[in-house]
């Protein structure tokens, strides 16, 4: 089971399942590209992703928070694992309480074009407070979780949590031309920014709340290093994150063009397909934590790591 917001929902890989597509006003945006559909485990018949983009940790958990028309994914959670042996349930949320991180890539992408401060001066000094703030929401979402799935009789030894946390789509070694509108207008000092502030502090928070309730952690901090956005001049096709992204059919629709850059900075059907091979390992080992990093083989592993 994928739970969370685009990281999992699979936004910036493409091919959205009908229905997720602004049909309705539902822009959850979930792919058969994302990730959890790139994990193979021995005895497992079926993944469902019940992600979608934008999702607060309010709509990952119980309540009544709508995302873009669709119920608590907690609450679906529900009538699956009750028809269903759920053997694991993978969560990357927490990004949209309050760090409100895309608002952030959007905030930086003002900066460059002169109408804000650089966003690291801007969001920079409270951004550890924002974390902060979003802690004990992400705890709760995945507490949650753990209420629902014990309600339907499992035991927690009966599944994985595995929360999952961000990687930085951008980072300063941006290729030559490519530091504007045709791929990533950002600032070089936030562009140093998001990679080593930003998303450092963000996984830290997330882990906080893994540890919290028990989850395993696979740390995705590092799992873009190389192939950020427009790091390759000559071949983009290193790259595991989408550019600057404008779906320049959809400006011509009221109802579509406020979603018109969502795909932006977001992983691509690569990256997709590359951090579901790191989730693989991770849930074939017994490690409490790992961090997904590349090696010489250019693809991502699971590397044992302290939680």
């Known amino acids: 089971m994928a739970m969370g917001d685009s990281t999992m929902s699979g936004e910036g890989a493409g091919d959205y399942e009908r229905g997720t597509d602004g049909e309705k006003g539902d822009w959850c945006h979930r792919s058969p590209n994302a990730s959890i559909f790139h994990v193979s485990l021995p005895g497992v018949d079926k993944a469902i992703n019940l992600a979608c983009s934008g999702a607060p940790s309010a709509q990952v958990g119980l309540g009544d928070v709508e995302q873009y028309t669709e119920i608590s994914q907690s609450e679906q959670l529900a009538r699956i694992a009750a028809r269903n042996r759920v053997v694991a349930v993978v969560v990357g949320s927490g990004a949209n309480d309050d760090p409100a991180f895309s608002h952030v890539m959007n905030s930086c992408v003002e900066a460059w074009l002169g109408k804000e401060q650089p966003c690291g001066k801007t969001v920079g000094p409270g951004w550890e407070r924002r974390v902060d703030r979003m802690v004990p929401k992400l705890t709760k979402a995945l507490r949650d979780i753990r209420t629902v799935l014990r309600n339907v009789g499992y035991t927690e030894s009966d599944y994985q949590l595995v929360v999952q946390s961000y990687a930085a789509p951008v980072g300063p070694d941006v290729a030559r031309g490519l530091q504007d509108l045709s791929g990533c207008p950002l600032l070089s000092q936030d562009l140093r920014w998001v990679r080593e502030d930003a998303v450092p502090v963000l996984t830290a928070g997330v882990r ?5 309730v028990g989850a395993r952690f696979l740390d995705l901090s590092q ?3 190389g192939h950020e956005a427009c790091s390759s001049e000559r071949d983009p096709g290193r790259e595991w994150f989408r550019r600057l992204a404008v779906q ?7 109802d579509r ?4 850059l969502q795909e932006s900075f977001h992983p691509n059907a690569s990256g997709h397909a590359q951090f579901g091979r790191c989730l693989a390992e ?5 490690d409490k934590a790992a961090v997904c990093v590349s ?7 699971a590397a044992s790591a302290v939680d």
């Open 208 to 212: 906080t709340a893994a540890v919290d």
């Open 223 to 225: 799992a873009g290093d």
């Open 248 to 254: 320049w059919t959809d400006l011509q629709h009221d």
């Open 257 to 260: 063009a406020t979603h018109a």
């Open 282 to 286: 991770f849930l074939t080992t017994p």
């Open 295 to 301: 090696t010489r083989d250019g693809n991502l592993h």
